[in-house]
């Protein structure tokens, strides 16, 4: 069962900055297979994507409210997918999620629906 750990969430204020990882483990696990992707919720709103990165780190894909502020990024050496957020705003407040699919990558930029997903980390940004 593969396991994905997110981390680097917290509190920022507006204008601010946060880089969220999550980190990716299981028995004989290889990150290079695999689409990796943030999405993340709010509180009472649906689940929205927020970027993906394909298997080799080539192409990346982004939702247009976070296009020119955020840099999604991986090591595959670490199983690790990376989310660099700038310029943050308060809309961007959310439970943010990691996930991964080996399903390919035309599917996963048109899809939610991701085989592993990890436990989330908060990001809030005060005015």
């Known amino acids: 069962q593969v396991q994905l750990v997110e981390s680097g969430g917290g509190l920022v204020q507006a204008g601010g900055s946060l880089r969220l990882s999550c980190a990716a483990s299981?028995?004989?696990?290889?990150?290079?297979?695999?689409?990796m992707a943030w999405f993340r919720q709010a509180p009472g709103k649906e689940r929205d994507f927020v970027a993906a990165?394909?298997?080799?780190?080539?192409?990346?894909y982004y939702a247009n409210s976070v296009k020119g502020r955020f840099t999604i990024s991986r090591d595959n050496a670490k199983n690790t997918v990376y989310l660099q957020m700038n310029s943050l705003e308060p809309e961007d407040a959310a439970l943010y999620y990691c996930?991964?699919?080996?399903?390919?990558?035309?599917?996963?930029?048109?899809?939610?629906?991701?085989?592993?997903w990890g436990q989330g980390t908060q990001v809030s940004v005060s005015l």
């Open positions: 996930a991964i699919d080996s399903r390919g990558w035309r599917r996963a930029i048109t899809t939610n629906n991701y085989m592993y």
């Open positions: 299981a028995s004989g696990f290889t990150a290079r297979v695999y689409v």
């Open positions: 990165i394909s298997e080799s780190g080539d192409s990346t």
